[in-house]
């Protein structure tokens, strides 16, 4: 899967992105990862890319033509339009399912912008889906874009040992992830479930599900409203919640 980034600052991804998992699928070409300097493509000879915008009010905004010729130098010859997302607070608030549905795509490219934005035109010319992180404002679509491009490589086939590492994750099936413990079995004076060295693996897989949706419930009980539960995980709620489990 590929990746173009079109910033002003791409030296910010690379201590991000270089190291762990990532770099791992990086290093063994299931990820492909290009930061593609805006600066590089002005046409101004101090390498200016914004400007004071028409409707006035404080800020600048970045210019059309500096981030119209980034795009180009990753598009121009290719037979076909790579997905391309601005990351942008007025954007689809981003979520597992949208990183899914991403991780089927081949090549992505991600706009990101700066100072007080990035003049309309360009924008309905070259982007194709407008994505937010979440409802505040940061300083630029960095942050933003490291955060897509981390959730959605992690679902690229083989960038994990297992679909199994991401499918019991917190948000894969709308439900947050079971308590996880390691050694020793006993700390400050608490064990672990017994269930978890029962050697049961029906019991292990059941306790796992029902702790999912007991932290659900504590933590996001949002999320309840929108999981697919069974008759069995409503009557097990209900239990929960009368004190009966």
Known sequence: MRFDVLTLFPQMFEAVLGDSIIGRARENGLIELNFIDIRDFSANKHRKVDDYPYSGGGGMLMNAQPVFDAYMSVAEGLDYKPLTIYMSPQGKVFGQSVALELSKEEHIVILCGHYEGIDQRVIDEIVDMELSIGDFVLTGGEIPAMAVIDTVSRLVPNVLAAE????????????????????????????????????????IEKWKHEQSLINTLKKRPDMLEKAELSQEDTEFLSKFINGEQ
Do not use: K
């Open 164 to 203: 199994t590492s991401y499918e019991n994750e917190s948000h894969f099936n709308g439900l947050l992830e079971y308590p996880q413990y390691t050694r020793p079995a006993e700390w400050h004076g608490v064990s672990i479930p017994d269930v978890l060295i029962s050697g049961h693996h029906a019991n």
